[in-house]
Protein backbone atom coordinates (compact mmCIF):
# COMPACT_ATOMS: atom_id res chain seq x y z
CA UNK A 1 0.00 0.00 0.00
CA UNK A 2 1.28 3.38 -0.97
CA UNK A 3 1.63 5.96 1.98
CA UNK A 4 2.17 9.08 -0.65
CA UNK A 5 -1.25 10.91 -0.02
CA UNK A 6 -0.69 10.57 3.71
CA UNK A 7 2.90 12.13 3.34
CA UNK A 8 2.65 14.60 0.89
CA UNK A 9 -0.16 16.16 3.17
CA UNK A 10 2.21 15.46 6.38
CA UNK A 11 4.57 17.80 3.84
CA UNK A 12 2.39 20.34 2.51
CA UNK A 13 -0.79 23.02 3.83
CA UNK A 14 -2.83 21.38 1.02
CA UNK A 15 -2.75 19.71 -1.96
CA UNK A 16 -4.53 20.60 -5.16
CA UNK A 17 -6.76 17.88 -7.08
CA UNK A 18 -7.99 17.62 -10.34
CA UNK A 19 -10.84 18.99 -12.48
CA UNK A 20 -13.42 17.03 -14.37
CA UNK A 21 -13.10 13.59 -16.51
CA UNK A 22 -16.28 13.25 -18.67
CA UNK A 23 -16.37 17.63 -19.35
CA UNK A 24 -12.94 17.26 -20.75
CA UNK A 25 -13.15 13.79 -22.74
CA UNK A 26 -16.29 15.17 -24.16
CA UNK A 27 -14.34 17.78 -25.63
CA UNK A 28 -11.68 15.46 -26.64
CA UNK A 29 -14.61 13.93 -28.97
CA UNK A 30 -16.10 11.30 -26.36
CA UNK A 31 -19.83 11.17 -27.72
CA UNK A 32 -22.65 11.70 -25.09
CA UNK A 33 -23.49 8.48 -24.31
CA UNK A 34 -21.04 6.16 -24.50
CA UNK A 35 -19.01 5.33 -21.58
CA UNK A 36 -15.81 7.31 -20.36
CA UNK A 37 -14.23 3.94 -19.01
CA UNK A 38 -14.34 2.61 -22.48
CA UNK A 39 -11.67 4.98 -23.71
CA UNK A 40 -9.02 3.29 -21.24
CA UNK A 41 -8.99 0.40 -23.65
CA UNK A 42 -10.19 2.17 -26.75
CA UNK A 43 -8.62 5.88 -26.85
CA UNK A 44 -5.73 4.90 -24.51
CA UNK A 45 -3.73 8.19 -25.87
CA UNK A 46 -6.77 10.52 -25.48
CA UNK A 47 -6.57 9.43 -22.00
CA UNK A 48 -3.33 9.80 -21.26
CA UNK A 49 -3.38 13.51 -23.02
CA UNK A 50 -6.04 14.22 -20.71
CA UNK A 51 -4.57 12.91 -17.76
CA UNK A 52 -1.38 14.69 -18.77
CA UNK A 53 -3.33 17.88 -19.11
CA UNK A 54 -4.11 18.13 -15.71
CA UNK A 55 -0.33 17.17 -14.20
CA UNK A 56 0.82 20.20 -16.31
CA UNK A 57 -1.77 22.48 -15.06
CA UNK A 58 -0.29 22.13 -11.41
CA UNK A 59 -2.77 19.28 -9.61
CA UNK A 60 -1.37 17.21 -7.19
CA UNK A 61 -3.87 14.53 -6.90
CA UNK A 62 -4.90 13.41 -10.42
CA UNK A 63 -7.60 10.39 -10.73
CA UNK A 64 -8.11 7.96 -12.96
CA UNK A 65 -10.79 7.48 -15.94
CA UNK A 66 -13.02 4.95 -13.79
CA UNK A 67 -16.11 6.82 -12.21
CA UNK A 68 -18.14 3.98 -13.40
CA UNK A 69 -15.77 1.43 -13.34
CA UNK A 70 -18.23 -1.38 -11.30
CA UNK A 71 -19.94 -4.22 -13.50
CA UNK A 72 -22.74 -2.36 -12.02
CA UNK A 73 -22.20 0.28 -14.47
CA UNK A 74 -20.14 -1.00 -16.91
CA UNK A 75 -22.98 -3.59 -18.10
CA UNK A 76 -24.72 -0.55 -19.85
CA UNK A 77 -22.02 -0.78 -22.03
CA UNK A 78 -21.10 -4.52 -22.51
CA UNK A 79 -17.80 -4.09 -20.74
CA UNK A 80 -18.86 -6.03 -17.01
CA UNK A 81 -16.57 -8.71 -18.43
CA UNK A 82 -13.40 -6.69 -18.35
CA UNK A 83 -13.95 -4.73 -14.97
CA UNK A 84 -10.46 -5.88 -14.02
CA UNK A 85 -9.00 -4.83 -17.53
CA UNK A 86 -10.45 -1.20 -17.51
CA UNK A 87 -9.60 -0.34 -14.15
CA UNK A 88 -6.16 -1.70 -14.24
CA UNK A 89 -5.92 0.22 -17.92
CA UNK A 90 -7.37 3.30 -16.50
CA UNK A 91 -4.36 3.59 -12.97
CA UNK A 92 -1.54 1.98 -15.05
CA UNK A 93 -1.93 5.20 -18.31
CA UNK A 94 -2.09 7.52 -15.62
CA UNK A 95 0.72 5.94 -13.77
CA UNK A 96 3.03 6.33 -16.80
CA UNK A 97 2.06 10.03 -17.09
CA UNK A 98 2.90 10.88 -13.36
CA UNK A 99 5.95 8.79 -13.99
CA UNK A 100 7.44 10.56 -16.97
CA UNK A 101 6.22 13.53 -15.48
CA UNK A 102 8.48 12.47 -11.68
CA UNK A 103 11.52 11.66 -14.38
CA UNK A 104 10.93 15.30 -16.28
CA UNK A 105 10.11 17.72 -12.76
CA UNK A 106 10.37 15.17 -9.50
CA UNK A 107 7.34 16.36 -8.75
CA UNK A 108 5.24 14.02 -6.94
CA UNK A 109 1.83 12.95 -7.50
CA UNK A 110 -1.26 11.44 -6.40
CA UNK A 111 -2.52 8.64 -8.40
CA UNK A 112 -5.97 8.39 -7.16
CA UNK A 113 -8.23 5.55 -8.48
CA UNK A 114 -11.75 7.09 -8.69
CA UNK A 115 -14.87 4.72 -7.36
CA UNK A 116 -17.98 6.72 -8.05
CA UNK A 117 -21.83 5.07 -6.90
CA UNK A 118 -22.76 1.24 -8.45
CA UNK A 119 -26.08 2.98 -9.82
CA UNK A 120 -27.99 0.88 -7.91
CA UNK A 121 -30.17 1.23 -4.98
CA UNK A 122 -30.15 -0.64 -1.64
CA UNK A 123 -32.87 -3.68 -1.04
CA UNK A 124 -34.47 -1.95 1.91
CA UNK A 125 -35.44 1.24 -0.48
CA UNK A 126 -36.62 -0.92 -3.80
CA UNK A 127 -33.31 -2.28 -5.07
CA UNK A 128 -31.06 -5.07 -5.61
CA UNK A 129 -27.82 -4.15 -3.58
CA UNK A 130 -26.77 -5.83 -0.60
CA UNK A 131 -24.14 -4.58 1.55
CA UNK A 132 -22.34 -8.07 0.24
CA UNK A 133 -22.84 -7.31 -3.44
CA UNK A 134 -21.86 -3.76 -3.03
CA UNK A 135 -19.01 -4.53 -1.46
CA UNK A 136 -17.92 -7.11 -3.79
CA UNK A 137 -18.74 -4.96 -7.08
CA UNK A 138 -16.36 -2.29 -5.51
CA UNK A 139 -13.29 -4.97 -4.45
CA UNK A 140 -14.05 -6.04 -8.20
CA UNK A 141 -12.60 -2.37 -9.42
CA UNK A 142 -10.59 -1.62 -6.57
CA UNK A 143 -8.13 -4.58 -7.43
CA UNK A 144 -7.84 -3.83 -11.20
CA UNK A 145 -6.93 0.37 -10.03
CA UNK A 146 -4.42 -1.01 -7.39
CA UNK A 147 -3.05 -3.50 -9.68
CA UNK A 148 -2.86 -0.49 -12.28
CA UNK A 149 -0.57 1.15 -9.98
CA UNK A 150 -3.22 3.32 -7.94
CA UNK A 151 -1.65 5.40 -4.88
CA UNK A 152 -5.22 5.60 -2.89
CA UNK A 153 -8.44 4.91 -3.89
CA UNK A 154 -11.02 8.40 -4.27
CA UNK A 155 -14.83 7.36 -3.02
CA UNK A 156 -16.90 10.45 -4.80
CA UNK A 157 -20.41 11.41 -5.64
CA UNK A 158 -21.90 8.80 -3.15
CA UNK A 159 -25.55 9.88 -2.15
CA UNK A 160 -25.80 6.77 0.18
CA UNK A 161 -24.07 5.77 3.75
CA UNK A 162 -24.34 2.19 3.32
CA UNK A 163 -23.04 2.48 -0.27
CA UNK A 164 -20.23 4.44 1.07
CA UNK A 165 -19.39 2.32 4.17
CA UNK A 166 -19.57 -0.93 1.03
CA UNK A 167 -16.70 1.01 -0.91
CA UNK A 168 -14.46 1.43 2.13
CA UNK A 169 -14.41 -2.06 3.45
CA UNK A 170 -13.53 -2.86 -0.34
CA UNK A 171 -10.46 -0.35 -0.01
CA UNK A 172 -9.83 -1.88 3.43
CA UNK A 173 -10.25 -5.29 2.15
CA UNK A 174 -7.94 -4.71 -1.06
CA UNK A 175 -5.14 -3.20 1.21
CA UNK A 176 -5.85 0.75 -0.18
CA UNK A 177 -6.21 3.79 1.50
CA UNK A 178 -9.05 5.67 0.61
CA UNK A 179 -10.53 9.05 0.27
CA UNK A 180 -14.92 9.70 0.38
CA UNK A 181 -16.55 12.95 -0.66
CA UNK A 182 -20.47 12.64 -0.91
CA UNK A 183 -22.36 14.78 -3.11
CA UNK A 184 -25.15 16.98 -1.24
CA UNK A 185 -27.20 18.19 -3.96
CA UNK A 186 -30.74 17.68 -3.00
CA UNK A 187 -31.79 20.54 -0.59
CA UNK A 188 -28.01 20.56 1.37
CA UNK A 189 -28.24 16.83 1.75
CA UNK A 190 -27.11 13.89 -0.63
CA UNK A 191 -30.27 12.63 -2.26
CA UNK A 192 -30.40 9.99 0.46
CA UNK A 193 -30.74 12.34 2.94
CA UNK A 194 -27.20 12.25 4.10
CA UNK A 195 -25.96 16.14 5.68
CA UNK A 196 -22.57 16.91 5.58
CA UNK A 197 -22.73 16.28 9.43
CA UNK A 198 -23.88 12.89 8.97
CA UNK A 199 -20.56 12.32 6.75
CA UNK A 200 -18.80 12.96 9.33
CA UNK A 201 -20.05 11.04 11.90
CA UNK A 202 -19.86 8.36 9.76
CA UNK A 203 -15.98 9.08 9.23
CA UNK A 204 -15.56 9.06 12.86
CA UNK A 205 -17.68 6.06 13.37
CA UNK A 206 -17.03 3.36 11.12
CA UNK A 207 -14.89 0.47 11.22
CA UNK A 208 -12.72 1.68 8.53
CA UNK A 209 -12.68 5.58 8.61
CA UNK A 210 -11.06 7.66 5.26
CA UNK A 211 -7.60 9.18 5.17
CA UNK A 212 -9.94 12.50 4.21
CA UNK A 213 -13.36 13.40 3.57
CA UNK A 214 -15.60 15.74 2.31
CA UNK A 215 -18.13 16.77 -0.50
CA UNK A 216 -17.70 17.15 -4.39
CA UNK A 217 -19.93 17.63 -7.52
CA UNK A 218 -23.42 19.13 -5.86
CA UNK A 219 -25.21 22.80 -6.93
CA UNK A 220 -22.20 24.98 -6.85
CA UNK A 221 -19.44 25.68 -5.24
CA UNK A 222 -20.86 28.09 -2.41
CA UNK A 223 -23.56 26.03 -1.46
CA UNK A 224 -20.70 22.82 -1.38
CA UNK A 225 -18.44 24.92 0.73
CA UNK A 226 -21.36 26.09 3.14
CA UNK A 227 -21.85 22.71 4.05
CA UNK A 228 -18.54 22.01 4.94
CA UNK A 229 -18.55 25.14 7.17
CA UNK A 230 -21.44 23.60 8.99
CA UNK A 231 -19.65 20.74 10.33
CA UNK A 232 -16.40 22.17 11.59
CA UNK A 233 -16.85 22.15 14.88
CA UNK A 234 -17.28 18.30 14.54
CA UNK A 235 -13.61 18.36 13.23
CA UNK A 236 -10.56 16.38 14.76
CA UNK A 237 -7.30 17.80 14.64
CA UNK A 238 -6.56 14.83 12.39
CA UNK A 239 -9.41 15.18 9.89
CA UNK A 240 -8.58 16.03 6.35
CA UNK A 241 -11.55 17.81 4.66
CA UNK A 242 -12.12 17.71 0.82
CA UNK A 243 -13.49 19.88 -1.12
CA UNK A 244 -14.35 19.34 -4.63
CA UNK A 245 -16.98 21.81 -6.55
CA UNK A 246 -18.51 22.21 -9.97
CA UNK A 247 -17.34 24.79 -12.13
CA UNK A 248 -20.10 26.79 -11.35
CA UNK A 249 -23.74 25.84 -12.88
CA UNK A 250 -24.58 24.40 -15.83
CA UNK A 251 -26.07 26.10 -18.62
CA UNK A 252 -27.49 24.84 -22.20
CA UNK A 253 -25.71 27.05 -24.81
CA UNK A 254 -25.44 26.38 -28.47
CA UNK A 255 -26.74 23.09 -28.32
CA UNK A 256 -24.57 21.66 -25.02
CA UNK A 257 -24.00 21.98 -21.88
CA UNK A 258 -21.55 24.72 -20.94
CA UNK A 259 -20.87 25.89 -16.96
CA UNK A 260 -20.94 28.99 -15.81
CA UNK A 261 -17.68 29.12 -13.31
CA UNK A 262 -14.48 31.23 -14.54
CA UNK A 263 -11.21 31.22 -13.56
CA UNK A 264 -11.43 33.53 -11.26
CA UNK A 265 -14.28 32.19 -9.87
CA UNK A 266 -12.65 28.84 -9.30
CA UNK A 267 -9.55 31.28 -8.25
CA UNK A 268 -11.28 32.57 -5.31
CA UNK A 269 -13.58 29.56 -4.32
CA UNK A 270 -9.60 27.30 -3.73
CA UNK A 271 -8.17 29.92 -1.38
CA UNK A 272 -12.08 30.01 0.56
CA UNK A 273 -11.83 26.24 0.93
CA UNK A 274 -8.47 26.56 2.31
CA UNK A 275 -9.14 29.06 4.68
CA UNK A 276 -12.16 27.53 5.60
CA UNK A 277 -9.71 24.14 6.74
CA UNK A 278 -10.13 21.72 3.46
CA UNK A 279 -6.48 20.65 3.12
CA UNK A 280 -7.57 18.68 -0.11
CA UNK A 281 -8.99 21.25 -3.23
CA UNK A 282 -10.25 20.32 -6.50
CA UNK A 283 -12.82 21.14 -9.18
CA UNK A 284 -15.63 18.83 -10.24
CA UNK A 285 -17.95 18.94 -12.99
CA UNK A 286 -16.94 21.29 -15.53
CA UNK A 287 -13.78 22.23 -14.45
CA UNK A 288 -11.19 22.63 -16.74
CA UNK A 289 -7.00 22.52 -16.63
CA UNK A 290 -7.28 26.13 -16.95
CA UNK A 291 -8.90 26.46 -13.88
CA UNK A 292 -6.61 24.25 -12.15
CA UNK A 293 -3.94 26.78 -13.69
CA UNK A 294 -5.80 29.40 -12.10
CA UNK A 295 -6.40 27.93 -8.56
CA UNK A 296 -2.84 26.85 -7.71
CA UNK A 297 -1.51 30.21 -8.57
CA UNK A 298 -4.12 31.94 -6.30
CA UNK A 299 -3.03 29.22 -3.57
CA UNK A 300 0.72 30.02 -3.90
CA UNK A 301 0.13 33.34 -4.13
CA UNK A 302 -2.53 34.61 -1.74
CA UNK A 303 -2.28 34.20 2.03
CA UNK A 304 -3.97 33.10 4.10
CA UNK A 305 -7.13 34.64 5.74
CA UNK A 306 -9.34 34.11 8.61
CA UNK A 307 -12.33 31.18 8.24
CA UNK A 308 -14.72 32.61 6.33
CA UNK A 309 -18.55 33.76 6.96
CA UNK A 310 -21.18 31.87 4.87
CA UNK A 311 -22.04 35.72 4.08
CA UNK A 312 -18.41 35.95 2.49
CA UNK A 313 -19.10 32.77 0.54
CA UNK A 314 -21.74 34.11 -0.76
CA UNK A 315 -20.47 37.70 -1.65
CA UNK A 316 -16.99 35.85 -3.13
CA UNK A 317 -18.64 33.45 -5.02
CA UNK A 318 -22.63 33.93 -5.80
CA UNK A 319 -25.48 33.17 -4.15
CA UNK A 320 -26.54 30.41 -1.98
CA UNK A 321 -29.71 27.93 -1.43
CA UNK A 322 -31.58 28.14 1.75
CA UNK A 323 -31.22 24.34 2.15
CA UNK A 324 -27.52 25.20 2.38
CA UNK A 325 -27.84 28.13 5.16
CA UNK A 326 -30.47 25.78 7.03
CA UNK A 327 -27.04 23.62 7.48
CA UNK A 328 -25.05 25.91 9.85
CA UNK A 329 -28.12 26.26 12.31
CA UNK A 330 -28.35 22.39 12.12
CA UNK A 331 -24.56 21.51 12.35
CA UNK A 332 -24.17 24.12 14.62
CA UNK A 333 -21.21 26.63 13.42
CA UNK A 334 -17.67 27.27 14.79
CA UNK A 335 -17.59 29.66 17.22
CA UNK A 336 -15.02 31.94 16.44
CA UNK A 337 -12.28 31.85 19.10
CA UNK A 338 -12.69 28.11 18.19
CA UNK A 339 -11.70 28.66 14.55
CA UNK A 340 -9.04 30.78 15.37
CA UNK A 341 -7.42 28.34 17.80
CA UNK A 342 -8.15 25.60 15.20
CA UNK A 343 -6.68 28.07 12.67
CA UNK A 344 -3.43 28.58 14.50
CA UNK A 345 -2.90 24.89 14.87
CA UNK A 346 -3.53 23.91 11.15
CA UNK A 347 -0.66 26.71 10.00
CA UNK A 348 1.78 25.96 12.54
CA UNK A 349 1.60 22.46 11.74
CA UNK A 350 2.14 22.92 7.96
CA UNK A 351 4.74 25.32 8.89
CA UNK A 352 6.47 22.58 10.76
CA UNK A 353 6.01 20.07 8.22
CA UNK A 354 7.57 22.00 5.25
CA UNK A 355 10.44 23.34 6.95
CA UNK A 356 11.45 27.00 7.18
CA UNK A 357 12.49 27.14 3.19
CA UNK A 358 9.44 25.05 1.77
CA UNK A 359 6.86 26.31 -0.09
CA UNK A 360 3.59 24.92 -1.49
Same mark, same amino acid.
Given at each position: ?78 ? &? ?69 ? &? ?209
Amino acid at each position: MSDLFRRLLSEREWLLADGATGTNLFARGLNHGDAPEGWNLAEPDKVRAHYRDFIEAGSDIVLTNSFGGTANRLKLHGL &DDRVFEVNRAAAALLRAEIDAARAATGREIVCAGDVGPTGDLFAEVGGVLTPETARAAFRAQIEGLKAGGA &DVIWIETMSSAEELTAALEAAAEAGMPAISTMSFDTNGRTMMGVTPAGLARLAHSCAHPPAAFGGNCGTGAPDLLIGLLSVVSQLGDEDVLVAKANCGIPEYVDGAIRYSGTEELMADYACLARDLGARVIGGCCGTTPAHVRAMREALETRPRGPRPTAEEIVARLGPASAAAMELLQEGGGERPAEAERRGRRGRRAGREARGPEAAN
